[in-house]
């Protein structure tokens, strides 16, 4: 069959769609499973977090820090109370640990004076402090996601995927005498590199589905598929019906469910293509990004969902904005900057719109996380075999203190995790012990990472 590879009545994990200028990577179906076969597809199911599915790992970043007694939820283990900003989480709440008391060391100052954006943003992925220039000389650390890409390199087709809803800079001073790529990055591949994150929905998806090498030919079908706005299923059609026909009626549901998701996810790129921009002054409405911030959150993760579930890539980071990012949130009421009302002086008006920041991040993130949990794999979901990360290198915005971080860990890592736990450390353990905890769940064995004391005990 064009695209897939049968052995023993068995179908390759890495098995793809192929067609002219279009390759589609398939998703954990029955028939991957060893010993499930053609025959037995609809009868045999892998278990959560079993040999046959990969476990994947995503971190989220969010700017400006939070309200933190809002935050903090009550209770203790698995004895616990979510909190008002956790409140979204509710239908979720077996599903996700928030982790209490952990810091970021190498975020303060050390001497270097103000900043704490750049740092917090610099330091959330890489344990690292940054070497303070607002020239070309940075150096900072390698961040924990590209430690696992490298481990991973060439077991999927993307070594990590970084995503965001700001587009990143390099040049010039964004913070106090620090650089703006510090600011504006989470992933760093070595001290000098930053990875700069995709913004733009539509290009992560033509990244996602072009065919790499492709002939004269392919880029030309390629060229005709964008320019014609068809969808991408319509240059594999010939190869999804070779393998529907011979899929059990399990995998076919999967197999439709799938295609229809990656339909739904071309509709809203094209619609945002085609919306009409309101004129703004001095500014330019990217391409293919939709005006509404929800959506384009949405767009974003829903195409990492995309990603793990089609094996694309394990590793994924994802900015919700650069730190000491204004932007406003007109969906929450909130018409004022972020971080503005941040730095709120206790003046109670701020502080609740920062709640209301707080509550809308949260509402969007748990949206994904239910996405993740409602994507069927095996016996389990694809949500059993992630480890999901948000937070935060800030915890009061006021304040810009660094420890007793907003940290939430969602998923159960094909059972590294043990989720639906309230865990609480001492205010100033290193965010860097759970980095070597979820790097050791991606199968990356290590005791030390930055500045980590050793690994969390995250599994009871």
């Known amino acids: 069959m064009k695209g897939t590879a049968m052995k023993h009545g068995m179908m390759s994990r890495r098995s793809v769609l192929r067609g002219i200028g279009a390759t589609i990577a398939l998703p954990m179906l029955d028939v991957m499973i060893p010993g499930g076969g053609i025959a037995k597809a609809a009868e045999v199911a892998g278990g959560a ?76 992925l890489t344990g690292a402090h940054p070497y303070k220039t607002a020239g070309k000389d940075i150096h900072l650390g390698i961040s924990m996601d590209q ?40 992933s760093w591949r070595s001290p000098s590199m ?87 002054p001095d500014m330019q409405r990217p391409d293919g990004i939709p005006e509404v911030f929800s959506e384009h959150m949405q767009l974003m993760f829903d195409l990492m969902v995309l990603a793990f579930r089609m094996d694309m890539t394990r590793v994924s980071t994802y900015m919700v904005a650069r730190d000491g990012s204004d932007r406003t949130y007109p969906e929450a009421g909130v018409t004022d900057g972020h971080h503005t009302m941040s730095h709120h002086g206790n003046d109670e008006n701020k502080i609740n719109a920062i709640r209301k920041i707080d509550r809308f991040h949260m509402t969007q993130i748990a949206r994904f996380i239910q996405k993740l949990k409602d994507t069927k794999e ?22 810009h203190n660094h420890n007793d971080l907003p940290i939430l860990l969602a998923g159960r890592g094909g059972g590294a995790v043990k989720p639906g736990v309230l865990r609480k450390f001492d205010g100033n353990t290193p965010l860097c012990n759970l980095y070597v905890s979820m790097l050791n769940g991606m199968g990356v064995k290590t005791t030390r990472f930055a500045d980590s004391t050793g690994p969390l005990d995250l599994s009871s």
């Open 49 to 124: 977090g079993g040999a046959a599915a990969p476990v994947r790992m995503a971190a989220l970043f969010l700017p400006n820090g939070m309200c933190y007694e809002d935050f903090l939820p009550t209770g203790k283990g698995a004895d616990w109370q979510l909190s008002k900003t956790l409140a979204p989480f509710e239908p979720l709440k077996s599903e996700i640990s928030p982790l209490v008391g952990l810091a970021l060391d190498n975020a303060w100052a050390k001497g270097d004076g103000p900043g704490d954006h750049a740092r917090s943003a610099a330091a959330f």
């Open 147 to 186: 430690v696992a890409a490298t481990a991973l390199a060439g077991k999927t087709r993307f070594s990590s995927l970084e995503l965001g809803l700001d587009k990143t800079s390099k040049a010039g001073d964004c913070d106090s005498g620090y650089s703006c790529a510090y600011v504006s990055n989470v």
């Open 194 to 280: 930053p990875l700069p994150h995709e913004v733009d929905p539509a290009a992560l998806f033509d990244r996602l589905f072009g065919a790499a090498g492709q002939t004269p030919e392919q880029r030309a079908a390629t060229a005709r598929r964008l320019r014609e706005r068809r969808s991408i299923l319509d240059f594999v059609m010939e190869d999804s019906r070779r393998l529907n026909a011979r899929l059990g009626s399990s995998d076919r549901q999967k197999l439709d469910e799938f295609t229809t998701s990656i339909r739904q996810i071309e509709q809203r790129i094209d619609a945002a293509r085609n919306a009409k921009p309101i004129p703004k």
């Open 378 to 399: 095996g016996e389990g979901s694809l949500l059993d075999n992630c480890m999901v990360m948000v937070g935060c290198g800030i915890s009061d915005g006021d304040r």
